[in-house]
Every structure is written in structure tokens, then in C-alpha cells.
């Protein structure tokens, strides 16, 4: 076990970011990024299909859920929504404002009303461990809520919503609110259950889950290349002498399959160190040995990393200390890019001070669903990433319907605070020069925003 985590945070809360109001990556020394949702964009229609689908058959086979259960992924589609968080033991769904007010409520797929909130949430309608959540995103054990925030999360709020509409249609008469049992945590117990035969790294090296095998076997069908112009100036980060490292909780095989896919055979030469089942958010806090991967087997622990190859688990010490050695820099700045709050931004930008890239796809994804009506491809993809039942995922009214003042939702002031800036995928970025000065986020300042290329169009 890896126990440096005290000394870990002390060492870089001294150099986190400086106030300044843009960034540029060429002032940085070091880039690393998150594979899958950053570099990879997914085709979100048939790869929440596929996960769903394997997701569900699992629970019915196994977990002896009944076959109706089944039904297919995209007839809910509309109930996903990034930043739901689950009240495990009452079988609810939240949407947060930016205070931890409780704006919108579902128990299972059934939304509740204003007096049925209060009645499980108290008049004031606030989720009680709010402020500590802001704080701790990372921390997994807050009792018996769960957070979902992002794109691999959305099949199983579907699922779950299910589950919970099964349960209750077994003693509901009528269609009021009315839990049908008082403890829906056997529901997470099969959940977790399906997540970890769904994403199997997480814990061991079969990575034989049906999602997996669907993946390696035909990647293009739910990712596409890197655009010439990612390349590019992944070309042109390299020779300005900016380190690059992958920085990836997916298995070894899975990884380097998805690399291959997204730039060719040569991908080692786009990046200087890879890491992958890196257990994020765990790496930047205590972490554990880095282990060489030969091929894509494990082939023992290393104290010491080497340019150009590739490593599973890890942690954030020895990776730093890798980094120093390569820029010459005492205290390198470091840059990371990634699509998950919980495991990537807020870990990254709270325990090792650096600064952060949010790939947050709904910023284009709420845009296009206001404004186009067309079938067109980005407009199918936009409509899971947004939902008309849970409302806008940066802003909403206090009480929906009711209220026309708007709010910001608890992620959108997350974001503010951990993330430098957000832009819907990585092209946003690598279509402009190495220093082009990006506006950032400003912690202390909410009318300082970093969305590129536009605000999300709500808060515009
Ligand atoms: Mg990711």
C-alpha cells in the first residue's frame, strides 16, 4: 500500500495555480489527458446502447431481474442527465442547485411535486452533506447517495430508475408517490454488481465484460479516429518541449487498442509515458506502486518511470517525480484534460495542483438540441446529453415551472471551482495555436467564465 498521501498534500497545495485570468498550453511543461470521453469521443447512441444492453442482461441473468428490465436503452433516453445524484437507500434521483437545494426529485422514472420533496427532504429541500461534497467530490462513502457524472454513468440511471419502478409496481395501487419498500439498497447491491462486469478493470484483469469484447471487436463503431488537427498539435506540443502522458483508469489492453484506433500505429510516439489502470481519482491521493506492462501484461512493480513506456496503477508522487526529471523543472506546471469531475478535475486540480481541461460534451450538446430541429447527426447525439425532464444541466429555476429565476445547478459551481476551463471536445482546443489565451474560470468571480467556444446557451 502507497501511504504518502499526507506529505502528498501539503507538498502541492503550495503550487497551486496562480490567478491569472487566461491560459495558454504553451506555458505549460507537461500535458497529460484521460483516454476514454477525452481524447476518444464516443458515438453516444450505440455505445449507451451496447453498455445498457449488457448492463441489464447481466441483471437478468444473474441477478434474476425480470425481462422487462430489458427494454431498449433510447426509449429513456430523455431521463439521463450528467450530475444526477441517487439517494440509494430512498430509491430517489436529485438535481442540486449551486447551495445543495433538492430543484428537481424522481422516484424510480416518477417525478415528484413540491410537497412529496418535502416530505422525504425536509421543508428546506437541502441534501444535508451539500458543503462537504463540494469539497470532497471524490469521496465515494457518503453513506448511501451515489454521484453519476459522466457518459459511461448515463445507462445506468436508466437502469436503476428501472429497477426501482419494478420494485415499486409490485405493491404501488395507484399513481401516487408511495415507496413500495422503505430500503431500496439491495437495488445498488446488483448495480454495483453490473458496473463491475461492465468495466472490469476496475478491479481485476478480465476484461472479457460484454461491453469490452463488443469494443475490441469493433472499435469504430463507438469511437472515431483523432482528427488531423488533434494530431497536429499533439505534433506541435512535442516539439515545443511540452512533455505529454496518458493518464487513464482503463485497462492496459483496452487502452492501447483505443490509442492504436485513435492515431495509428505509431501512437507511442505522440506521448512520452503512458499509465493506465491508473484507479482515478485514488492515484492523486494515495495511489499505489506503479507496475510495468510488457505487451499488456503486468510485469512487476518499478520505483523509477522510463520515457516511453507504458505503466498500470501508480500514483501522482512518482509520476511528478518522473516529471521533473524530464522538464528539468523543479516544480513543473502541468496540464491535464478530462471528462470527469469526480476522477479527473477535482482530483487533479485539489491534490496535485494542476490545471485542468473539462471535456464537458453538454455544452454544445444543450445548444444544439435548442436550436436545431433537424435529424442531423450532432442533433441525435445532443439528445443525450440533454434532458427536457430534468432541465438544463447548468442552470435551473428554483422550482421548476413555478419559478423563473433562474439558478446555477451545484455542478455548474463545481466546475467553476476546479476546472480552468471547459470546452465540449479536445478539438476545441487543438483548432486554435499552442497560445491562444483561453479565458479561465474564476473561482471568486462567477461572471468569469472559462466555456469555450461559448457559454453554455442558457447562461448566455
Ligand atoms: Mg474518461
Sequence with gaps: MFRRNISLRKHYRCFSSDVVSTLSIKDYDAVGFDVDHTLSKFKLPYSLGVLHDGFVKFLSDDRGWPKNLN??????????????????????????????????????????DDKEISRCYRSDRKLSFADLLKNHID???????????????????????????????????????????????HIWEDAKAAYDQTFPWRDCKDTSGSFVSAYKLEPDKFINPCSSSVRQWL?????????????????????MQTLEFLFGVDWHEYFD????????????????????????????TVSELQKG???????????????????????????????????DIFPAKRYAGWDTVFILEEIYGEKLNKCTETNHNDDLESQYLTSNQWGSY??????????????????????????????????????????????????EDPTKLGYYPSLPLILQ
Design 71 to 112: 427494454e431498449p436503452f433510447h426509449l429513456q433516453k430523455d431521463f439521463c442527465n450528467r450530475g444526477l445524484v441517487l439517494d440509494i437507500k430512498q430509491g430517489n434521483f436529485l438535481k442540486l442547485s449551486q447551495d445543495g437545494y433538492i430543484q428537481r426529485c424522481s422516484h424510480g422514472t416518477h417525478f415528484l
Design 139 to 185: 469521496n465515494v462513502k457518503y453513506g448511501n447517495f451515489r454521484i453519476f457524472d459522466n457518459a459511461f454513468d448515463y445507462f445506468g440511471i436508466v437502469a436503476m430508475a428501472r429497477m426501482i419502478d419494478i420494485t415499486d409496481a409490485k405493491s404501488i395501487k395507484n399513481s401516487h408517490y408511495r415507496p413500495s419498500c422503505d430500503d431500496y439498497r
Design 235 to 255: 505534433r506541435d506540443l512535442k516539439s515545443s518541449n511540452i512533455k505529454l502522458f496518458i493518464l487513464t483508469s482503463s485497462a492496459a489492453d483496452f487502452a
Design 273 to 300: 509515458l503512458v499509465i493506465t489502470r491508473a484507479g482515478k481519482p485514488g492515484f492523486f491521493h494515495k495511489g499505489k506502486q506503479f507496475v510495468k506492462v510488457e505487451g499488456t501484461m503486468d510485469a512487476g
Design 309 to 343: 513506456q507504458v505503466y498500470a496503477q501508480g500514483n501522482v508522487y512518482d509520476l511528478n517525480k518522473f516529471l521533473r526529471k524530464e522538464t528539468g523543472k523543479g516544480v513543473p506546471k502541468v496540464l491535464y484534460f478530462g471528462d470527469s469531475i469526480r476522477s
Design 394 to 443: 447548468f442552470s435551473d429555476s428554483r422550482i421548476p415551472l413555478l419559478d423563473t429565476c433562474q439558478f446555477r445547478t451545484f455542478w455548474s459551481q463545481v466546475i467553476q471551482r476546479y476546472a480552468d476551463v471547459a470546452v465540449p471536445t479536445i478539438d476545441h482546443i487543438a483548432n486554435s495555436p499552442i497560445d491562444h489565451p483561453f479565458d479561465k474560470f474564476d473561482p
